[in-house]
C-alpha cells in the first residue's frame, strides 16, 4: 500500500467507458489507494436501485473508506491531504456544484462513507446517510469535497418513488419543494419546507436549507417581514452561507430600503469565495453582483464607490464589452479621477493613430476630449491631437483641435505657429 495515497476506494459509478474516463482514472490514481470504474449495467443482480448497488460496492470495499462520484461529475483533487484525518467519528461532508444560467447551485450529499457498515446508504435513487450519521453522533471536518456536476440532483429524483420506500431520506421534502418552486408553486413548497423542519432527523446544512427555502417562498407570497425575521434566525445560526443574504437583499430591494439592500448585498459578497455550509444553495455571478452594488450606490448618490464597484465588474467580467467601458470612462471622468479615465480610454482606443471609427464615434471620441478639457487635463488631450495632427496633417478637424486645446492651455505661440502653417 502507498502511504502517500488516500486509503480511499474511488468509485466512478454509472460510467460509459470512453476516452475521458480512461483520462480521470489515470489521474485519480495519483491520489486513491483504489479507483472503480461501474458501468450502467454492472451489479444488476444486487438490486435496481443506486442505494442497494451503493451498498453492496461500500459493504465490501477492501479499504477503509469509499467515496462515489457519478455521472459526468468532476473531483476537485487540489487538495486532499485534509482527507488522512478521516475517522470512523468524523467524516468529510461532500458539496455537489452545479454552474446553471443564473449562477451555481450547491448541494450536500454524503457519498464518502466508511466501509464495511451494512446499509449505511437509505432511500432508491437518492443514496443518504443522514439517519446513520445522527444515530452515531458522527461529526465532520472543517473542509468539504468538490465535487462539480452538470445535472441538478432535485430534477433526476422521482418523489413518489422515493417517497414508497421504507427507508425514504428525510431531506426528500427539500427536493420536494425545490421542484415545487421550479413549477412557481410557492404554497406547496412553504408546507414542504415546513414538514421537513418539524422532523428531528435532519442535518444542520438541511435545516438551512428548509429555512432558506421557505423564506423564499415567503418573499413570493409577499410576506417579506416573516422572510427577513427566518433569514436573520439563519444566518445567526450559521453566517457561512449565501442565500440567506441574497433573500435579505431582494426583500430590501423590494421595500426601496437601499442602505439595507447595499449592507445585505456585501455581507453575501464577503462570503463568495467560501463554501457554504447550507445545502440548497446559491451563488450568483460575482461580477453580477458588483455591478448591482455599483448601481446602488449610483441611486444613494455615491458616485465614488459606484465607481470602485463598476471597475471591479470591469476586472472580473467575463466579457470586457467596450460599452462597459464607455460607461465607466464617464463616471472616471464626471469624479476627476484622471488615471483611472486614461485607463478605460486606453482601453476603448488602443491604438490613437488607427481608430476607424464611423461618425457617430468619431463625435464620442471628441467629445471625451472636451470632457477632458472641462477638468483641466490639458496635456492629455495636446499629445492625443498632436500624434493625430502630425500624422494627419491635411485633416482640418484635428488642427482646428489642437489649435483650440493649445490656447485652452494658454500656449499662444504655438497655437500661433500652427495656425500659420499652410495645411
Known amino acids: 500500500m502507498d502511504t502517500n495515497k488516500l486509503p480511499i476506494t474511488l468509485c466512478l459509478y454509472n460510467q460509459a467507458a470512453d476516452e475521458r474516463i480512461d483520462n480521470l482514472f489515470e489521474s485519480y490514481t495519483q491520489y486513491f489507494e483504489k479507483v472503480e470504474i461501474i458501468g450502467v449495467t454492472e451489479l444488476l443482480e444486487v438490486g435496481d436501485t443506486k442505494t442497494s448497488k451503493w451498498n453492496y460496492l461500500a459493504y465490501n470495499a477492501k479499504t477503509p473508506w469509499i467515496l462515489f462520484i457519478e455521472g459526468n461529475e468532476i473531483l476537485e483533487t487540489s487538495n486532499l491531504s485534509y482527507l488522512h484525518e478521516l475517522n470512523n467519528d468524523t467524516w468529510s461532508s461532500c458539496i455537489v456544484s ?28 437518492l443514496p443518504d446517510t443522514s439517519n446513520f450519521i445522527l444515530e452515531n453522533n458522527v461529526k465532520f471536518l472543517h473542509q468539504s469535497i468538490d ?3 452538470d ?60 429555512l432558506n427555502g421557505l423564506a423564499r417562498c415567503y418573499v413570493e407570497q409577499h410576506k417579506w417581514m416573516r422572510a427577513l425575521e427566518l433569514m436573520e434566525y439563519s ?55 458588483v455591478l448591482e452594488l455599483s448601481n446602488l450606490h ?12 463598476y471597475c471591479d465588474f470591469l476586472n472580473t467580467s467575463l466579457e470586457e464589452v467596450r460599452e462597459s467601458h464607455h460607461l465607466a470612462l464617464k463616471m472616471a471622468i464626471g469624479l476627476e479621477k484622471k488615471r483611472n479615465a486614461n ?55 484635428y488642427r482646428r483641435k489642437l489649435i483650440a486645446t493649445l490656447i485652452k492651455a494658454d500656449k499662444l505661440e504655438l497655437a500661433r505657429e500652427i495656425m500659420q502653417k499652410v495645411a
Open 98 to 125: 452545479v454552474q446553471t444560467n443564473k449562477g451555481i447551485e450547491s448541494y450536500y450529499q454524503n457519498r464518502l462513507v466508511p466501509t464495511g457498515v451494512e446499509g449505511i446508504f437509505q432511500g432508491r435513487e
Open 147 to 149: 465535487i462539480q456536476s
Open 151 to 210: 445535472i441538478i440532483p432535485w430534477e433526476q429524483i422521482d418523489i413518489s418513488a422515493e417517497r414508497v420506500s421504507l427507508n425514504s431520506p428525510v431531506n426528500l421534502f427539500l427536493y420536494e419543494a425545490r421542484k415545487y418552486i421550479s413549477e412557481q408553486k410557492f404554497v406547496q413548497a412553504a408546507s414542504s419546507y415546513r414538514v421537513a423542519l418539524k422532523k428531528d432527523r435532519l442535518l444542520p446544512y438541511d435545516h438551512l436549507a428548509a
Open 235 to 289: 444566518i445567526d445560526l450559521e453566517p457561512q452561507q449565501h442565500l440567506a443574504y441574497l433573500i435579505k437583499y431582494k426583500v430590501y430591494q423590494l421595500g426601496k430600503n437601499w442602505d439595507a439592500a447595499v449592507e445585505a448585498l456585501n455581507s453575501y459578497l464577503q462570503n463568495y469565495e467560501i463554501f457554504s455550509k447550507s445545502s440548497h444553495d446559491i451563488k450568483i455571478p460575482y461580477d453580477e453582483t
Open 298 to 309: 449610483l441611486d444613494l448618490g455615491m458616485k465614488d464607490k459606484a465607481y470602485e464597484y
Open 343 to 397: 485607463k478605460h480610454f486606453k482601453f476603448l482606443y488602443p491604438d490613437i493613430l488607427n481608430l476607424n471609427l464611423n461618425r457617430i464615434e468619431t463625435k464620442q471620441f471628441h467629445d471625451y476630449m472636451e470632457m477632458f478639457l472641462e477638468n483641466n487635463w490639458h496635456s492629455t488631450v495636446e499629445k492625443i491631437y498632436t500624434k493625430l495632427y502630425e500624422a494627419n496633417p491635411s485633416n482640418r478637424m
